[in-house]
C-alpha cells in the first residue's frame, strides 16, 4: 500500500470514530431534552397557581412589601446567572453570558450597580477569568436541577432583597437564562424578578391565565402581609426553578442541534476523504501498470537487442 | 351534592387533582375547613395532614396528604393546594418515615422530626 493512501485511510478511521462519539451524544441529549421538557411540564402547574396567588395578593390588597415596592432610587441590582457546567453546547453558554453583558452595561448605564450571582461552570470560568467580582456561585446541577437546588440559589437572593441597600442589599433582581422555545429554538432572555410588576406576573408561566381575569376578593388568612411574606419567597423560588428546567431544557438541545452537525461534518469529511483515498489508490494502480508495461518494454527491447 | 375541585400540587408535580366535598387543612392560625361555596380565600399552610372528602367523578372516599409547608387557596369553587413537598398518604414510605422520626430525635434535629411526625400522621389518618 501506498504512503499517501495509508495516510487517507488512517485519517477516514479516526473520523468515523468521532462520528460514532458526536452520534451517541447526539442521542443522549435528545433524551435527555424530553425529560427536560417533561419536567418543565410538570413544574407548570405549581409555577401557575403561585403566579395567580401573587397576582390576587398583589391586586386585592394594598399591602405595602419590600419586595414588591420599587426603591425610589435604586443603586444596586442583583444579577442571576444560569449558564451550564459543561461544553459542547454551540454558542448556548456565550450567548447567555452575551445577554447577561448586555444587562450588565444597562444597569450600570442606569446608574446601578450590579452583584453577579452565577450558576454553571461556564458562567464562573468566565467571570473569574475576566477578574469580575461573583457574590456567590452554584455548580453541579445544571444538567438536572431539582427544587432543592432553586431553594438554594433563592436563599441568598431573597436574604439580599430584604437587607437595606446600605449594609449591601440590592434593590432589584433580573435573571438571565436560556428560554426553551422549541426544539430548535432557544434564546437567551433577561428578566426582573423583583420588584415585582404585575403585568410580568400576569404573563409569565401561566400561560396567559390570568390575563384577563378578574380576581375574587379574597380572605386573607392570617394576614394580607403574612400571606405575601409566606408567598414572595415562593415565587422567587419557583420563578428560579422554572428558569432552571429551561436553561436544562435548553442546554439539551442546543447540545443535540451541536452533535447532529458535528456528525454531518464528520459524514462530509468521510466522503471527501474516501475520494481522495479511491484517486490516491487509482493512482498507485495506474503507477503500477505503466510499471509493468514500461518494464516488460525494456525487457522486450533486451531481448530484441541480445538476438 | 355541591362539590369542588381540588387540585394539589407540589413544587415538581401535581399530586393530586379531583372533585371533594370538604377540604380540612392545617393554616398558621388552626385548621380550617372549605366546603363548596367557601368565600374566597388566601392562606398559608403549616406542615399537616390534609384530608380531602373525595366526592363525584372521584368517588366517595377520603384522600389524606402529607403537606410540607405551602398555601391554600380558594376562589371560582376551585381550591388550590400548593406545596412544596406534598405525599400521599399511600406514597409515604412508614417504615422510612419512623426511622427519620427517631434519628430526628435522637440528633434534636426539630423540622425533621415535624416532617416525619406529619408523614406518620397523614399514613393514619389522625388529624
Redesign the interface.
Known amino acids: 500500500m501506498g504512503a499517501t493512501l495509508r495516510v487517507y485511510k488512517r485519517r477516514i478511521r479516526s473520523v468515523s470514530a468521532t462520528k460514532k462519539i458526536t452520534r451517541a451524544m447526539e442521542m443522549i441529549a435528545a433524551s435527555r431534552v424530553v425529560k427536560a421538557q417533561r419536567?418543565v411540564a410538570?413544574?407548570t402547574?405549581?409555577a401557575g397557581?403561585?403566579t395567580?396567588?401573587v397576582t390576587?395578593?398583589a391586586t386585592g390588597s394594598n399591602t405595602q412589601h419590600p419586595l414588591t415596592t420599587e426603591a425610589e432610587k435604586p443603586t444596586r441590582a442583583a444579577l442571576l446567572l444560569i449558564t451550564s457546567d459543561r461544553g459542547l453546547a454551540g454558542a448556548y453558554s456565550s450567548n447567555v453570558i452575551k445577554a447577561a453583558d448586555q444587562l450588565t452595561a444597562r444597569l450600570k448605564a442606569e446608574g446601578k450597580e450590579v452583584d453577579a450571582y452565577i450558576v454553571g461552570r461556564k458562567g464562573v470560568s468566565y467571570y473569574s477569568f475576566r477578574e469580575r467580582k461573583v457574590v456567590e456561585s452554584w455548580t453541579g446541577f445544571t444538567d438536572n436541577p431539582?427544587?432543592a437546588d432553586a431553594?438554594r440559589i433563592a436563599a441568598p437572593l431573597i436574604e439580599a432583597v430584604q437587607k437595606d441597600t446600605a449594609d449591601g442589599g440590592v434593590d432589584e433582581l433580573h435573571i438571565v437564562f436560556t428560554e426553551f422555545i422549541s426544539m430548535m429554538t432557544q434564546t437567551a432572555v433577561d428578566d426582573r424578578l423583583l420588584p415585582l410588576s404585575l403585568d410580568t406576573a400576569e404573563g409569565a408561566e401561566s400561560g396567559g391565565k390570568a390575563t384577563g381575569e378578574i380576581?375574587?376578593?379574597?380572605?386573607?388568612?392570617?394576614s394580607a402581609e403574612?400571606?405575601l411574606d409566606?408567598?414572595l419567597p415562593?415565587y422567587v423560588?419557583?420563578r428560579i426553578?422554572n428558569a432552571l428546567l429551561q436553561a436544562a431544557a435548553s442546554k439539551h438541545a442546543a447540545t443535540r442541534r451541536a452533535m447532529k452537525s458535528a456528525t454531518d461534518n464528520a459524514e462530509e469529511l468521510i466522503k471527501s476523504l474516501s475520494r481522495l483515498a479511491n484517486a490516491a489508490r487509482q493512482a498507485e494502480i495506474t503507477q503500477e501498470i505503466s510499471e509493468i508495461v514500461g518494464g516488460s518494454a525494456a525487457l522486450a527491447d533486451a531481448t530484441a537487442g541480445s538476438d | 351534592m355541591a362539590e369542588l375541585h381540588v387540585?394539589l400540587?407540589?413544587?415538581?408535580?401535581?399530586v393530586w387533582s379531583g372533585e371533594a366535598s370538604l377540604v380540612v387543612a392545617r393554616?398558621?392560625?388552626g385548621d380550617?375547613g372549605v366546603m363548596p361555596g367557601h368565600?374566597?380565600?388566601?392562606?398559608?399552610l403549616q406542615s399537616g395532614p390534609v384530608t380531602i372528602r373525595t366526592t363525584g367523578e372521584s368517588g366517595d372516599g377520603t384522600v389524606v396528604a402529607a403537606v410540607h409547608g405551602?398555601?391554600?387557596?380558594f376562589?371560582?369553587n376551585k381550591l388550590?393546594l400548593?406545596a412544596?413537598i406534598a405525599e400521599l398518604s399511600d406514597e409515604i414510605d412508614v417504615q422510612r418515615a419512623e426511622r427519620a422520626l427517631e434519628r430526628a430525635k435522637s440528633e434534636a434535629d426539630a423540622a425533621a422530626e415535624r416532617r416525619a411526625d406529619v408523614r406518620l400522621r397523614a399514613v393514619a389518618g389522625v388529624h
Request: proline share 7%; hydrophobic share 40%; glycine share 4%.
Open positions: 419536567q410538570a413544574s402547574p405549581y397557581e403561585l395567580r396567588a390576587a395578593v431539582t427544587y431553594k380576581l375574587p376578593l379574597f380572605d386573607f388568612e392570617p403574612d400571606v409566606a408567598l415562593r423560588e419557583s426553578y | 387540585e400540587v407540589a413544587a415538581d408535580r401535581q393554616t398558621s392560625s380550617i368565600q374566597p380565600l388566601l392562606g398559608v405551602g398555601f391554600i387557596s376562589a371560582d388550590s400548593l412544596e
